[in-house]
């Protein structure tokens, strides 16, 4: 009986350190033109993602994830990485996904305002100096605008100890 109650214990031990691997070992990183996924301590893979590569972003959370507001980020890429690459353990999920549409929809409105630039340059001939600062003002504005994080959480994108905590 004893034999059991140490074998539990043991695998336990166990399974807790593969977790802190885990947790010590991923790194996610979002900017505006590429995402970032690293994972492992001793090997390591690295998985960047251009924005524009980006078809999806889902979310799965089970029913513990739920509880203590975490959940795994997938990022659906066309055929790259067997289309996609997953965030585990990211903490906010919901919220780290607002984040990532946010940036995909800001570089979508730039490309498309270098667009609209372009085609005013081919429709006047070469736009002066003045209205070209005042678009690119303008656009400079336009993207200013902060992300306000949700005060019932903090943002986190690299898991950490606290989330291992939770668990």
Same mark, same amino acid.
């Given at each position: 009986m004893i034999f059991v $109650?140490?074998? @539990?214990?043991? /695998? !336990?031990?166990v399974l807790l350190l593969g977790t802190i691997i885990a947790v010590v070992g991923s790194e996610y990183f979002i900017i505006s033109h590429r995402i970032y996924v690293k994972y492992g301590l001793i090997a390591r893979h690295v998985y960047e993602i251009k924005n524009e590569w980006v078809t999806g972003v889902i979310i799965e959370q089970g029913f513990l994830g739920r509880l203590l507001n975490y959940g795994d980020l997938i990022i659906s890429t066309p055929e790259q990485y067997s289309g996609s690459v997953i965030m585990r353990g990211v903490s906010d999920s919901m919220y780290v996904r607002t984040v990532v549409e #946010? /940036?995909?929809? *800001? *570089?979508?409105?730039? *490309?498309?305002? !270098?667009?609209?630039? *372009? %085609?005013? %340059? =081919?429709? @006047? !001939?070469?736009?002066? !100096? #003045?209205? =070209? $600062?005042e678009l690119k003002r303008k656009y400079e504005e336009e993207q200013k605008v902060p992300l306000a994080a949700p005060k019932s959480s903090p943002f986190s994108l690299t898991p950490t100890s606290s989330t291992l905590s939770q668990l």
């Amino acid at each position: 009986m004893i034999f059991v $109650g140490i074998a @539990f214990i043991i /695998v !336990g031990l166990v399974l807790l350190l593969g977790t802190i691997i885990a947790v010590v070992g991923s790194e996610y990183f979002i900017i505006s033109h590429r995402i970032y996924v690293k994972y492992g301590l001793i090997a390591r893979h690295v998985y960047e993602i251009k924005n524009e590569w980006v078809t999806g972003v889902i979310i799965e959370q089970g029913f513990l994830g739920r509880l203590l507001n975490y959940g795994d980020l997938i990022i659906s890429t066309p055929e790259q990485y067997s289309g996609s690459v997953i965030m585990r353990g990211v903490s906010d999920s919901m919220y780290v996904r607002t984040v990532v549409e #946010d /940036v995909l929809r *800001r *570089r979508r409105e730039a *490309r498309k305002l !270098g667009e609209r630039i *372009r %085609e005013k %340059e =081919y429709e @006047f !001939g070469r736009i002066p !100096g #003045d209205k =070209y $600062g005042e678009l690119k003002r303008k656009y400079e504005e336009e993207q200013k605008v902060p992300l306000a994080a949700p005060k019932s959480s903090p943002f986190s994108l690299t898991p950490t100890s606290s989330t291992l905590s939770q668990l």
